[in-house]
């Protein structure tokens, strides 16, 4: 059974920082791209960041390149996005998701499995 588990998120006021995590199991992660995503409400699903499974690419959305970072534990099957300077534009439902064991790609599509979500609110 696939398990993906984001946790982290919260209120916090502009340009705060928070850091979530999402832990996985039932599949081999060591060997996946891992996704994160959100949801504004009343918008669609938008691509955040990626990784691919060695770390060595991770594409980012304009919207967060320069104060979001995506990294991951193979050892811990565990994938965490870093959000600094927080901006109310951010506030949305984050979900974590597992994608190809090949290439990296930011379509929600290619994405196989996901998360439940974590709400991440930024108060101006």
């Known amino acids: 059974q696939v398990q993906l588990v984001e946790s982290g998120g919260g209120f916090v006021q502009a340009g705060d920082s928070l850091r979530l995590s999402c832990a996985v199991s039932g599949l081999t992660f060591s060997r996946r791209t891992m996704g994160w995503f959100r949801q504004a409400q009343g918008k669609e699903r938008e691509f955040v960041a990626a990784i691919s499974w060695s770390g060595g690419s991770t594409p980012y959305a304009a919207s967060v390149k320069g104060r979001f970072t995506i990294s991951r534990s193979n050892a811990k099957s565990m994938v965490y996005l870093q959000m600094n300077s927080l901006k109310p534009e951010d506030t949305a439902v984050y979900y974590c998701?597992?994608?190809?064991?090949?290439?990296?790609?930011?379509?929600?599509?290619?994405?196989?499995?996901w998360g439940q979500g974590t709400q991440v609110t930024v108060s101006s």
């Open positions: 998701a597992a994608g190809p064991l090949v290439g990296v790609t930011t379509t929600s599509s290619s994405y196989s499995y």
